[in-house]
């Protein structure tokens, strides 16, 4: 009998389904499974992921899904970071509830890359000025500046302010931060990369392939990831060099 990641994988890799059959065939076997397991996060996960791809997008599915996974376990930081950035997709901002969950986040967690993201998380507020975005910004590095996101963000406000030294500062340890980079644009100049990577810097790979696992840890880690995509890159590298 095949394990549920067995059959997933059948599914994804499947020459006889559109990407649309893919994604209801997934989504009823996890639905089917959940029913089962439904206090299975990775499935939860695995569901949120499935069905946001186009031509589905479900984004009432995904919020339920990290909905779910904090109603058994209102502590997983990670499904509430998800959730925030779900919102933040689907409506360019997060709600109230998402809010006050991130803000008791904030009050209880001790993980500093936590609370980075938490503080990340907060500029997507609705009603959030543009001081209290500098506010969080500037805490979500002061907790961990080994992200990126975090990082490019507050540069682009330093750079509305004029404070393109500090500007330049955090895109330049941004691309220090970067571990992995997945090729989208063959045309990518690596060598003018080369000088900004650490030592900690992996190397170059193809672009993951939807639905693949990879593609799915690929989305779920948006916020906290350093393993970005060449185009993410393009325009922190051109602007660095124009500072310079």
């Known amino acids: 009998?095949?394990?549920?990641?067995?059959?997933?994988?059948?599914?994804?890799?499947?020459?006889?389904?559109t990407t649309r059959?893919?994604?209801?065939?997934?989504?009823?076997?996890?639905d089917r499974q959940l029913v089962l397991e439904p206090q299975n996060t990775d499935l939860w996960f695995e569901l949120a992921s499935v069905v946001l791809e186009v031509p589905e997008v479900d984004f009432w599915k995904s919020l339920e899904c990290m909905r779910q996974v904090l109603s058994y376990d209102p502590k997983n930081s990670e499904a509430l970071l998800f959730l925030a950035f779900i919102h933040y997709l689907h409506r360019g901002y997060v709600?109230?509830?998402?809010?006050n969950l991130l803000d008791k986040c904030l009050e209880s967690e001790n993980d500093t890359q936590?609370?980075?993201?938490?503080?990340?998380?907060?500029t997507w507020g609705d009603k959030v000025s543009e001081d209290e975005v500098l506010y969080y910004l500037e805490k979500s590095v002061e907790y961990d500046d080994s992200f990126i996101k975090n990082l490019?963000?507050?540069?682009?406000?330093?750079h509305k302010q004029g404070r393109y030294r500090e500007e330049n500062n955090l895109l330049t340890q941004a691309l220090k931060n970067i571990e992995k980079i997945y090729l989208c644009n063959?045309?990518?100049?690596?060598?003018k990369l080369k000088p900004y990577l650490n030592s900690h810097f992996i190397g170059?790979?193809?672009?993951p392939l939807p639905f693949s696992p990879s593609y799915n840890q690929f989305k779920k880690f948006y916020m906290m990831r350093i393993w970005i995509d060449s185009a993410m890159v393009e325009p922190i590298l051109e602007k660095v060099t124009s500072i310079e």
Do not use: G, H
């Open 1 to 17: 009998m095949y394990s549920i990641r067995e059959n997933l994988d059948k599914i994804y890799t499947s020459q006889q389904f």
């Open 21 to 30: 059959q893919k994604i209801l065939k997934a989504e009823e076997l996890l």
């Open 152 to 158: 490019i963000t507050l540069a682009d406000v330093y």
């Open 95 to 99: 709600d109230s509830n998402t809010e």
């Open 114 to 122: 936590i609370k980075s993201l938490c503080y990340l998380a907060k």
């Open 204 to 207: 170059y790979e193809p672009t």
């Open 186 to 191: 063959e045309r990518f100049d690596k060598e």
